[in-house]
């Protein structure tokens, strides 16, 4: 370690201070947001678009092909998928007391495990923090207007960028090139090294929510558990945040289903489910996904988890892996050199 931070020249120490300062900023500010998620569906997007080249369709008819799928799904999931989560989740906060009551009461039965005293005091604690929430909505909705207008002009930005970064991805990667001094090689070889594998990560994190979302739905579905495209999205969207992700998403899953299905067989049965899609998750589908691409050890993960999280909140928890992916890089460079 202390060999490879010799190699490095102070030059490119401050360069790397200042190319993390300023991806802190762009992430903490929500003006480069439509901008952030724009890259990152281009990224998918492209391996669409390579795939369709390689069975010999032309560029043109591939980006065609590919943007157009684009936009249908988008248009689909602001007009159906999008009203359905909201609606589900002002159902899931107006229910919220009433779900609360009954897991209070369930606990109840049985006294050997939740003292009464300590389920009154751990419940006291959580409608506190339920009307706090509810305040916190109200304060909200007093700026709601700008709110909407923000992210009305967010929706629309996003196709516009994503479209032009999918076609004209080569012109924009040889204008930085041409910009970029020769001095700078450290930054090029940098890039070539995370290119490929933000590039997987990207595409293995997608194809990942979609399969794990789909599972999860089918599966809420049949034993008919409430709110559940919401439940289904959420445990999708938590495979971004490894490890922690899963387990703080599987509180609300496995309350919900006791209220509504009790301490019985079904709920053993969906649990049991439930847990075997974790687990193949974890061992079987992002071994497949990511192989090699992104080769990061689960201690690396978590301490990054922890370590963005804290230093720049929500943000850091989702570029956690990305943000250690640069960074392995940067080691990788030198130790090579």
Request: net charge positive.
């Amino acid at each position: 370690m202390k060999n490879i931070l010799e190699n490095i020249k102070y030059k490119e120490i401050l360069s790397l201070i200042l190319f993390f300062l300023t991806i802190i900023i762009i992430i903490k500010s929500s003006f480069f947001l439509p901008i952030i998620i724009s890259i990152i569906i281009t990224y998918f997007l492209y391996n669409i678009q390579k795939l369709l080249t390689k069975v010999n369709i032309s560029n043109s008819i591939s980006f065609f092909i590919t943007y157009s799928l684009f936009l249908t799904f988008f248009i689909l999931i602001l007009t159906i998928l999008l009203p359905i989560i909201f609606k589900q989740l002002a159902n899931l906060f107006d229910d919220l007391p009433i779900i609360l009551q009954k897991i209070k009461i369930l606990t109840y039965k049985y006294p050997s495990i939740f003292s009464i005293e300590q389920t009154n005091i751990l419940f006291s604690n959580i409608t506190t923090y339920v009307q706090s929430i509810g305040k916190t909505l109200i304060s909200a909705s007093l700026i709601s207007i700008a709110i909407i207008i923000k992210w009305t002009i967010s929706i629309f930005i996003i196709p516009i960028l994503v479209l032009f970064l999918l076609k004209d991805h080569k012109k924009i990667l040889e204008w930085f090139n041409k910009i970029m001094p020769e001095k700078m090689r450290f930054w090029k070889n940098i890039w070539i090294e995370i290119n490929t594998q933000i590039e997987n990560y990207i595409r293995g994190k997608i194809i990942e929510i979609i399969i794990i979302t789909i599972a999860n739905y089918i599966l809420f579905k049949i034993y008919k558990i409430s709110y559940a495209d919401l439940l289904s999205i959420m445990v999708g969207v938590s495979v971004i945040i490894p490890y922690i992700g899963a387990i703080m998403v599987s509180i609300p899953v496995i309350l919900i289903s006791a209220v509504q299905l009790g301490i019985s067989q079904e709920f053993l049965y969906i649990t049991i489910i439930y847990t075997t899609i974790q687990l193949l998750d974890g061992n079987i589908l992002v071994p497949l996904l990511f192989s090699e691409a992104v080769n990061l050890h689960p201690i690396s993960i978590i301490i990054s988890v922890i370590v963005f999280g804290s230093t720049l909140n929500i943000y850091g928890v989702f570029f956690a892996i990305p943000f250690a992916i640069v960074i392995k890089a940067i080691i990788n460079i030198h130790l090579k050199h």
